[in-house]
């Protein structure tokens, strides 16, 4: 281990299956199972809505699956998903398990399965709310755990071919205190590192000037290179009220690391301060 930074349906034969299901779940709870099966390839799905409406288009043929899934918040302000996709094939499982509340929620799904090529890769956007996650192969599982306030994080998440990888970006939404808090866990070879992360912005403007901050964060598991990788950055501009940032990275094989340093004693970035802006960043790679 390194520390690189620290700053349902069934087709026979030749038949094509198609299939659309449309949920509305205005001011509702749904749950579905889906279950899908083709030759090399088995995929189940469960899915829970809340204020959300849903739509799945699928296609099914003995060679292969197609399916693209999309859901976004009813006519509500909030809503919440839970979605677990998982895929088995004679090499082993990977999957993503996800949930997920909060504002100008949405989410897509696609899923392939068919000989030589499985995978599963989810879009979401979601403000001022809550996520826990999982992505998971055979040989390396990826954890993450977001909880925004007045802040926005939009992200890109998959599996394929037991591979895995996530990548996001996230912003604040109103000039007004709050913030993040993001934590990325991976785990490899029986190696594991954790990275956690926040920034909080307080009290009432002194000025016109708004804080401005952004961050990404990001973990990837490649299975022919045999390297998992994970991290996380922040940029962070000073304004109208005071910040708080840090970053501290934890593994099985290095001694803690801490962005900025003064961090390992408690005493994070602040702003405004000496100097107008903050970058803070911190990444691990397993092999």
């Known amino acids: 281990m390194e520390l ?8 026979v034969s030749a038949i094509v299956l198609l299939l659309y299901i449309l949920a509305s779940a205005a001011y509702a709870d749904v749950s579905m199972h889906n279950a899908y099966y083709t030759e090399g390839t088995v995929c189940y799905e469960q899915i829970f809505l809340h204020n959300m409406d849903y739509s799945n288009s699928v296609s099914i043929s003995e060679a292969s699956i197609y399916a693209d899934a999309e859901a976004r918040l009813s006519d509500a302000d909030t809503g919440r998903f839970n979605h677990r996709t998982y895929m088995s094939s004679g090499g082993g499982a990977q ?8 504002r100008d929620l949405s989410y897509i799904r696609s899923l392939y399965g068919g000989i030589g ?5 989810l879009s979401y956007k979601m403000t001022s709310g809550d996520l826990q996650a ?13 909880s925004l306030d007045n802040s926005r994080y939009e992200a890109d998440v998959g599996v394929y071919n037991f591979n895995l990888f996530s990548s996001g970006y996230g912003r604040p939404v109103a000039d007004a205190a709050g913030g993040f808090k993001h934590d990325i866990s991976l785990s490899y070879k029986g190696k594991e590192c954790q990275i956690e992360s926040f920034l909080k912005s307080t009290g009432s403007p002194v000025n016109q000037i708004p804080v401005r901050y952004s961050w990404e964060g990001f973990a990837s598991y490649s299975a022919s290179r045999g390297r998992a990788v994970s991290g996380l950055f922040i940029d962070a501009y000073a304004g ?18 801490y962005s900025p340093d003064s961090y390992a004693r408690g005493v994070p970035a602040h702003l405004p301060g000496a100097k107008p802006f903050w970058e803070l960043y911190m990444q691990y790679a397993i092999t």
């Open 134 to 146: 999982v992505y998971f192969t055979p040989a390396a599982r990826v954890a993450e755990s977001i």
């Open 95 to 102: 999957g993503i398990d996800m949930k997920v509340s909060g």
């Open 117 to 121: 090529y499985k995978s599963a890769d």
């Open 240 to 257: 109208n009220r005071p910040v708080d940032l840090g970053i501290k990275g934890t593994s099985t094989a290095l001694s803690d690391k």
């Open 4 to 11: 690189l930074m620290s700053r349902g349906c069934f087709a």
